[in-house]
């Protein structure tokens, strides 16, 4: 039986009911190193296709790889804050398989002798309960190329026209972390899946590794489902989805995998080991390929590259240079900010607390900082349909704009349509008001004259301002800042208007 329409599903409460789900996520970040992993390539996301190759990352017959230091430093700093063991000796190995994308025919990754190993994450669910996952590994790998299948309707290779290949991505440096198998989640499995790819995302971001942009491919999950009848011992058969690619999505995948799985089971079924495709626009998922095992791979160890054995004293000079860890960093704003558990679950759940907290750090205050991003910015999100941190502005810039709006030079007003340039890609907050030309008109000459010009306009308003009705300035203040386009200073022109009617 296969089902991959939602009318055929077991109802959740049903699926919870009945069976036991055990959750595996692999999770693969590509770091922002200068270079790839085993070549000096550029790595730079969006450019030109096939323009940052060399005869290294293609393959190419004599070619040598050579570790990317920065790699190494980086998959070290992540497997400690994860709590992992790092190893005193790992190496690499060859992962054989045979696709387009993969120009070598196989991946130089590690395989039974991973950088770091045996950790673990605690996560903090939306109601503040918290869940230990257990991590097995986190190892040093490369990615690969890129497909784009044209024609057709799915943007996959069924039905497609013909296939393009990009291999500026091939041997950009990953880590892939795997967790061990998932257990006790119970109902909260969905939740919990989202709420582990999130605190991973928040972590990898403090320890500014990656830009973990999900949108953009540099943080990808791929969640293996499996579900045991209550009461059993034995893992079910799993299936794993892959690259799943918002949390929203991770939460969505998990759930229909496990209804999926026990309306197959309830009836008798056998679930089939194997790749899946999740659809964003229909929440579910689709057959991709049977399921390989280790083996099948036929992994041996890689005989151009030398072991990494990093020294206790380097590993213990990383050590220091951890940030602070998100959760502890929360734990601290919200004694600064005075915040309510529930005010703090509410801005961790819209993803806004360590995007205000950064915008604080950036110099902006915290009250400004959090109307900006939990109003504003979040209805701009909700409009694209993306995650909050996925929004191309970076706190430093809202901290800017903010900046901009206390020294006077834009109004709140302006300051939206600042915003919205930085979103657009215009530039930086400075670039868009000076090519915008949206700065606040100061110059008590220009405004005297709009002043003039609204007051003409409007004699009998004029004359109820001379006669002490102030409150009518207001109607003139409005034409003054539609006449400059709203870059007056509102409140200038107020005293200017006062002034003039004396």
């Known amino acids: 039986m296969t089902t991959t329409d939602t009318s055929d599903l077991l109802d959740y409460d049903e699926v919870v009911e009945r069976f036991d789900p055990v959750l595996g996520l692999e999770v693969h970040v590509e770091l922002h190193t200068n270079t790839k992993m085993f070549c000096g390539c550029p790595t730079t996301f969006g450019a030109e296709p096939n323009t940052q190759v060399c005869p290294t990352c293609l393959g190419l017959p004599g070619s040598l790889p050579v570790v990317n230091g920065k790699g190494v430093e980086s998959a070290i700093r992540i497997g400690l804050a994860l709590n992992c063991e790092i190893a005193q000796w790992c190496r690499f190995a060859r992962k054989n398989y045979f696709y387009p994308d993969q120009p070598k025919n196989f991946q130089t990754s590690q395989y039974d002798e991973p950088i770091a190993y045996n950790g673990h994450l605690d996560v903090v669910l939306e109601d503040g309960e918290v869940f230990r996952v257990e991590i097995e590994r986190a190892h040093m790998e490369e990615d690969t190329g890129k497909s784009l299948h044209v024609g057709g309707s799915t943007g996959r290779i069924h039905g497609a026209d013909y296939s393009l290949l990009d291999y500026n991505r091939a041997g950009v440096p990953l880590i892939e972390i795997v967790t061990k198998p998932v257990v006790g989640a119970g109902a909260r499995a969905p939740e919990i899946a989202k709420a582990y790819v999130g605190a991973l995302r928040d972590l990898l971001r403090a320890l500014d590794v990656s830009d973990v942009r999900m949108d953009q491919g540099s943080l990808r999950c791929d969640a293996n489902v499996s579900l045991m009848p209550k009461g059993a011992s034995v893992f079910g058969t799993r299936t794993e989805t892959k690259n799943v690619n918002s949390l929203r999505s991770v939460e969505r995948a998990v759930r229909y995998e496990m209804r999926r799985h026990a309306a197959i089971l309830v009836e008798g079924g056998e679930i089939v080991q194997e790749t899946r495709h999740f659809d964003e626009a229909t929440g579910t998922t689709s057959a991709g390929r049977r399921k390989e095992t280790a083996e099948d791979y036929r992994y041996f160890p890689e005989p151009d590259l030398v072991p990494v054995a990093p020294s206790r004293e380097w590993v213990e000079e990383l050590r220091t240079t951890l940030p602070e860890l ?129 007051l003409a306009a409007q004699p009998d308003i004029a004359e109820k301002i001379r006669g002490g009705k102030v409150q009518a300035a207001g109607a003139v203040v409005g034409a003054v800042m539609k006449a400059t386009k709203g870059q007056a200073d509102a409140k200038r022109v107020r005293e200017l208007i006062l002034e003039r009617c004396q």
């Open 326 to 454: 998100p959760w502890e960093r929360r734990k601290r704003v919200q004694q600064e900010w005075n915040l309510s558990d529930l005010e703090l679950r509410d801005l961790v759940s819209a993803g806004a607390l360590d995007l205000i907290a950064s915008t604080v750090d950036a110099g902006a205050p915290a009250d400004e900082a959090r109307s900006w991003w939990v109003s504003y910015l979040a209805q701009q999100a909700n409009s694209r349909g993306v995650e909050l941190d996925a929004l191309p502005i970076t706190p430093a810039q809202l901290a800017r704009v903010i900046a901009l709006i206390s020294e006077g030079a834009l109004t709140n007003k302006l300051a939206r349509q600042v915003v919205d340039g930085v979103l657009a890609g215009e530039g930086e907050p400075d670039e868009v008001v000076a090519a915008r030309g949206l700065k606040v008109v100061s110059d008590d000459s220009a405004l005297i004259a709009a002043v003039d010009e609204a």
